[in-house]
């Protein structure tokens, strides 16, 4: 049996029925009053199920909210992915071009220095002296004075002592600024370097020759 009307929570079944959300019937049963005593009450005071179109909107908003959600971080998570792998390209070329332009260096560098190397051996440095002999053009003049053969003159101050000293020096400072920048590029161990040995032999050689 229906409970009296003065018993009725009217203030939560007028909630309810407004947010359109739940039956009569399950109103009812949870108030005690029938079907047709909330259609009643509904009509005597006016009441409307307003609420359920706000509520539904409001639900589908939610749901609307979690997917773009979702999307937004799946689409940020995509461009993070972009963006790490576009800068980790441009570190990695950048990393072998370096690893390229340094083992250049050293090899142009390793190349001068045998070329001094060279310019020591007794025998070679001989045949230079008797070439720049045959090319000096020095002389005097048509008026008698005295005129030195400027680029013979260079061509001796490179193959003499003074020359090779200084090439070997340039050389040197090279490769204790190319190695130390090889052995960093390509993550190197300390131990056992190789090419700094070659290049203290090479020192030596021409040293020796010098004397």
């Known amino acids: 049996m229906a409970a009296k009307q003065k018993d009725v929570d009217w203030s939560g079944v007028e909630l309810h029925y407004c947010a359109g959300i739940r039956s009569l019937k399950d109103i009812g049963d949870e108030y005690g009053v029938s079907d047709a005593g909330i259609l009643k009450r509904a009509k005597r005071d006016g009441w409307t199920r307003d609420l359920k179109a706000k509520t539904k909107a409001r639900a589908e908003a939610k749901v609307s909210a979690a997917a773009v959600s979702a999307v937004v971080s799946e689409q940020k998570r995509a461009n993070q992915n972009e963006l ?18 340094v083992i250049l260096a050293l090899d142009v560098s390793r190349s001068q220095l045998q070329e001094v190397a060279t310019l020591c051996d007794p025998k070679f440095h001989d045949m230079l002296i008797a070439v720049g002999e045959m090319m000096d053009k020095s002389g005097r003049d048509e008026n008698g004075k005295m005129v030195v053969d400027k680029v013979n003159e260079l061509y001796f101050y490179i193959i003499g002592l003074a020359g090779r000293v200084k090439l070997a020096k340039e050389i040197a400072a090279a490769f204790g600024v190319y190695i130390p920048m090889q052995r960093k590029i390509l993550k190197l161990e300390d131990d056992g370097n190789r090419n700094q040995t070659e290049l203290d032999a090479l020192l030596a050689r021409i040293n020796a020759s010098a004397e």
């Open 84 to 101: 790490i792998e576009a800068n980790a390209e441009i570190l990695a070329k950048a990393d072998l071009l370096n690893r390229k332009d």
